[in-house]
């Protein structure tokens, strides 16, 4: 079976049940999964596929009005940032055995700094590392993130700045200390710009390697078994304890 088929990066879902939503929006979720997942693509993966499941396991309780997509990405941003030590070690390790290849009409020298960038991403804390993902890449406001993490907008602004400030090479702005903080901020507000650009490229054309739709309800039926077996269970333990306290009360 194919892969997935997805809408755009930015596109409303128009479908009308949960399956439709998987398979238009799986490949644009992925790509926000690998961002948050620091470019490991199994991470990756497995981050969008367990969202999803999860939300829709929850689809009978929580309504929403057709579009489940920012329900989804909630349950995906605090997944990655759970999971961030198992991730982020996986990260650092594909990274460092990633080579960097120059697309036709793309100067090496931009393509090595937006893999630096990659690079430096990836290291965040995954707070600072989710946040700069959702403003940069998913394009969303500062009050978007705050509402989505479940914190205040100056909490979104601070692990902005620190994240920026982090992808800036310190050694970079070591070098600069002579020149005064002014050129140092310079080299954030170089990276700020440059950010979304790097992680646009990044997962341009990037897609599971398998049909998420299919892993998911595989997983959803492998819950909805352990559901049933789980009830089947309680009802076994209940009727056996009734039984036994019966014969107690009949002695």
């Given amino acids: ?20 939503f998987v398979r ?17 693509q199994a991470g990756a993966e497995d981050l969008a596929q367990v969202a999803l499941e999860r939300a829709w396991r929850r689809q009978a309780f929580r309504p929403w ?6 329900y989804v990405r909630r349950i995906l941003t605090n997944l990655s940032i759970d999971r961030w030590r198992q991730l982020r070690r996986r990260a650092q390790q594909q990274l460092e055995d990633a080579g960097v290849t120059s697309a036709a009409g793309d100067p090496a020298g931009a393509v090595a700094t937006r893999d630096l ?27 978007e993130i705050a509402d989505l993490l479940g914190c205040s907008i100056g909490t979104v602004k601070s692990h902005a700045s620190r994240g ?14 002579g020149q005064g903080v002014r050129r140092c901020r310079g080299i954030v507000n170089e990276i700020e710009s440059a950010l979304g650009e790097a992680m646009r490229r990044a997962v341009e054309g990037t897609r599971p390697r398998h049909s998420v739709l299919e892993v998911v ?13 789980g009830s089947a269970a309680a009802v076994a333990v209940a009727v056996t304890t009734a039984l036994t306290f019966g014969n107690v009360w009949r002695h």
């Fill in 217 to 229: 309800r595989r997983r959803h039926r492998r819950w909805k078994f352990r559901m049933a077996a």
């Fill in 164 to 177: 920026l400030h982090g992808c800036a090479s310190w050694r970079e702005c070591t070098k600069m200390r």
């Fill in 1 to 20: 079976m194919g892969l997935d088929q997805d809408d755009g990066p930015h596109q409303p879902f128009a479908g009308d049940s949960f399956e439709d």
């Fill in 24 to 40: 238009s929006r799986s490949t644009h979720l992925f790509q926000l999964a690998l961002l948050l997942a620091g470019q490991n």
């Fill in 117 to 143: 960038l990659l690079r430096m991403l990836a290291k965040l804390p995954p707070r600072q590392r989710a946040v700069l993902v959702l403003r940069y890449w998913e394009e969303q406001s500062e009050a």
């Fill in 65 to 70: 009005d057709r579009n489940p997509e920012p």
